[in-house]
């Protein structure tokens, strides 16, 4: 579990390797990414907008942007949590993925929060050592 806090609010990313998809033959490799969003602050927030940056093994980077998450754009109210998750390809057997979430307050200030850099890594990858 990979986790962040920025402003009280909390970012916790788990990346799940999914095989059943993957065709590593084909440079074809598959992850899931469970995101949970806690509101551990005082105020209000609503997420607007996503950002990440996907690298993978060659050190390609691909980055994505659009308005809110897996079409939604929550509300968290002090205490309160949101969960979803999401998924990437990649054309090598590892990667890394990092971003930020935009948010707006009550009072309409809007703010960036950090997602951690997470590891994508296919764990029946074979390395070999020179």
Not at 60 to 89: D, F, H, I
């Amino acid at each position: 579990m990979y986790s962040a806090v920025t402003r009280a609010i909390r970012v916790e990313v788990e990346p799940i390797y999914l095989h059943e998809q993957s065709e590593p033959d084909d440079g074809q490799f598959v992850w899931a990414y469970r995101v949970q969003i806690e509101n551990e602050g005082p105020e209000t927030v609503q997420l607007l907008t996503r950002y990440w940056q996907i690298t993978d093994g060659m050190g390609r980077v691909q980055e994505v942007r659009g308005a809110g998450v897996v079409g939604e754009q929550p509300v968290l109210n002090p205490g309160e949590s949101y969960e979803y998750t999401s998924g990437t390809p990649l054309p090598t057997p590892s990667g890394i993925m990092q971003g930020s979430y935009q948010m707006r307050n009550n009072s309409g200030e809007k703010f960036d929060i950090k997602i951690p850099a997470f590891s994508l890594d296919c764990p029946h990858e074979t390395r070999q050592l020179n």
